[in-house]
């Protein structure tokens, strides 16, 4: 059974940082691309950061270009996101996912989900 189980988040003050991290089940780990996605209260889920298999390309949501790094170590299965400079608007529920093949932008292409870890950012 395929998990993607995510960690790291907390509650933070607006400036500071936090890490985030998932670690994946899905076989062979270097075929997938990974993506995170943000869910806030009362919104859909956004695009936050996405990873190609090799780690070679990524790409950022606008809203946090320059603050958030997202990378990949495929000898321990597992996705990161760095986050710095927080926000109070990056309240949110953080998920990772997995999708065979190249990454998107779009949660709909992606096959597998973790349960989300909650980042509170306050002002």
């Not at 926000?87 to 292409?109: I, L, M, N, S």
Request: charged share 20%.
């Amino acid at each position: 059974q395929v998990q993607l189980v995510e960690s790291g988040g907390g509650l933070v003050q607006a400036g500071g940082s936090l890490r985030l991290s998932c670690a994946a089940s899905v076989r062979p780990f270097r075929e997938y691309g990974m993506g995170w996605f943000r869910q806030a209260p009362g919104k859909e889920r956004e695009f936050v950061a996405t990873i190609s298999w090799s780690g070679g390309s990524t790409d950022y949501a606008d809203s946090v270009k320059g603050r958030f790094t997202i990378s990949r170590d495929n000898a321990k299965n597992t996705v990161y996101l760095q986050m710095n400079n927080l926000k109070p608007e990056d309240t949110a529920v953080y998920y990772c996912a997995a999708v065979h093949g190249p990454a998107f932008t779009q949660p709909r292409k992606y096959d597998y989900w973790g349960q989300g870890t909650q980042v509170t950012v306050s002002s």
